[in-house]
């Protein structure tokens, strides 16, 4: 098979994947992996796909921001479900902190609907204070600039109130969880809001479905060293690789 013919092969099995492996391709298009890595090379200079350990991704522009409608509609079963795993990790008296994800939004949700008592939260997202509006749940918004597009606030201001606190909890949502980069998002202004929640935070957790798996964005807010408590998923991919995960966290899964 001619080098041009295989590259084409390969970009065919990208788009019906997130995610192709090396060993993968060697095997389907009876090419060496030493083959297949230089035909990822050089696609990945071309632009059209990205290296990630073992394999390649599509090329997502790492900096694109996505908006709040966007996101609030992908993927709403799952997220839901990842909420509710994460309502059992909160006890009456908690102090949490809620980042403006649209994965916290669904706990939001659930934390008003529930029956837990004297619960605090603290968050930078307007659409949290105003679904708590009314509700026995205490909100202390972080203040700072606001970011139109994912409806949150961010910057200097809101990151010194959150340099001034200590909470139980965070939960956190990412865009991509890549083993060897760590956790991201398309912009570093919700990268350092991220970053000074975990930092103020006793146990730490991440919401996020399978889809984030093996995606990087340009903005890493948190390595795989630990930072990272649990991982709350929907399942892992088959093509994704658990090892790797469970060493950024603890995972645990909605259907367990």
């Known amino acids: 098979m001619l080098a041009e013919e295989r590259k084409r092969k390969i970009m065919d099995m990208l788009e019906k994947s997130r995610i192709v492996k090396v060993a993968e391709l060697s095997r389907a298009l009876d090419a060496t992996e030493a083959t297949i890595r230089r035909d990822l090379e050089e696609l990945q200079k071309q632009d059209k796909l990205r290296r ?18 966007e996101l609030s509609v992908l993927r709403i079963v799952e997220k839901k479900r990842i909420a509710a795993r994460a309502l059992e990790y909160i006890h009456d ?43 026995r749940v205490r909100v202390i918004h972080t203040g700072g600039e ?4 994912m409806n949150y606030a961010a910057g200097a201001i809101a990151e010194q109130m959150l340099s001034g606190i200590r909470v139980d909890k965070c939960f956190l949502g990412t865009n991509g969880i890549d083993p060897s980069y760590g956790y991201s998002v398309p912009n570093f202004r919700d990268a ?37 408590d649990y991982l709350i998923t929907d399942y892992i991919p088959d093509d994704a690789d658990r090892t790797e995960l469970e060493s950024c966290a603890s995972v645990i899964l909605t259907d367990k």
């Open 52 to 69: 990630v350990h073992g394999g390649a991704v599509p090329n997502n522009k790492m900096s694109r921001d996505f908006n709040y409608s």
């Open 146 to 149: 606001l970011f139109s597009g």
């Open 93 to 135: 008296s908690d102090t949490i902190l809620l980042d403006s994800s649209t994965t916290t939004f669904e706990l939001g949700r659930l934390i008003r609907e529930s029956a837990l008592k004297d619960i605090s939260v603290i968050t930078n997202s307007f659409n949290l204070t105003g679904l708590f509006s009314g509700s």
């Open 192 to 228: 350092a809001i991220k970053k000074a929640m975990l930092r103020a935070s006793k146990q730490t957790f991440i919401l996020a479905d399978h889809s984030k798996f093996g995606e990087a964005y340009m903005a890493r807010f948190a390595d795989c060293n630990g930072e990272i």
